[in-house]
């Protein structure tokens, strides 16, 4: 069974750092292009931040440009997203997504047909 599993949320004051793993089971993991979305009680899905299926090029949402990195462990079937210099507009459910491409790095949820349970970041001021 295809499946993500997210880990790593919790609790952290404004300004701290917090790291989360996808960990993905069940799927050729390198063939797969891996993003993170944030969702916040009434607000719309949002872009996080993807990385494309080599690990060679990533992209992020403008809200989080400078402050969060991507990354991934092909061998490790894993995929990160470290957060730095968090601020409270940054609470949400943090959801890992796949999608079985080697070319692109989709911002639209809908392109993405993978998806973990999500992680919840609370940030406090």
């Known amino acids: 069974q295809v499946q993500l599993v997210e880990s790593g949320g919790g609790l952290v004051q404004a300004g701290g750092s917090l790291r989360l793993t996808c960990e993905a089971s069940?799927?050729?993991?390198?063939?797969?292009?891996m993003a993170w979305f944030r969702q916040a009680p009434g607000k719309e899905r949002e872009f996080v931040a993807g990385i494309r299926a080599s690990g060679r090029y990533t992209f992020y949402g403008d809200s989080v440009r400078g402050r969060f990195t991507v990354s991934r462990d092909n061998a490790q079937n894993a995929v990160f997203l470290q957060m730095s210099s968090l601020k409270p507009e940054d609470t949400a459910i943090y959801h890992c997504a796949a999608e079985r491409t080697t070319d692109w790095i989709s911002t639209s949820a809908h392109q993405y047909t993978v998806w973990g349970q999500g992680t919840q970041v609370t940030v406090s001021s």
């Open positions: 069940g799927l050729t993991f390198n063939t797969y292009a």
